[in-house]
């Protein structure tokens, strides 16, 4: 005796492959998404490390112009971390 055959035989592997499909899209989606985060991250903290150096160097000799020492640390720490200093000067606070 020969089987009959439905229209639908065989949709429920198709439909696994596309549900794997798309849960395999959003799961890269989202690593790249928290690697983005991470890195923006880490670039920010070492910009304030970096601010934080330079600070150091301007708060200690108020009586002189530090700004060239206190971007030579701060350019120091960021390339010590992997990052580029871009600009750097100081601001005076009184």
Do not use: P
């Amino acid at each position: 005796m020969s089987k009959k055959r439905g229209s639908d035989e065989g949709s429920g592997t198709i439909m696994v492959v596309g549900v794997l499909a798309v849960l395999t899209v959003l799961a890269c989606s989202a690593l790249a998404y928290i690697a983005l985060l991470a890195a923006g991250n880490r670039a920010q903290n070492i910009a304030d490390l970096s601010a934080l150096a330079g600070a150091d160097f301007s708060a200690t000799a108020q009586w002189e112009s530090v700004e060239e020492k206190a971007c030579r640390a701060a350019n120091e720490v960021a390339q010590e971390n992997g990052a580029m200093l871009s600009s750097c000067h100081c601001e005076s606070v009184g």
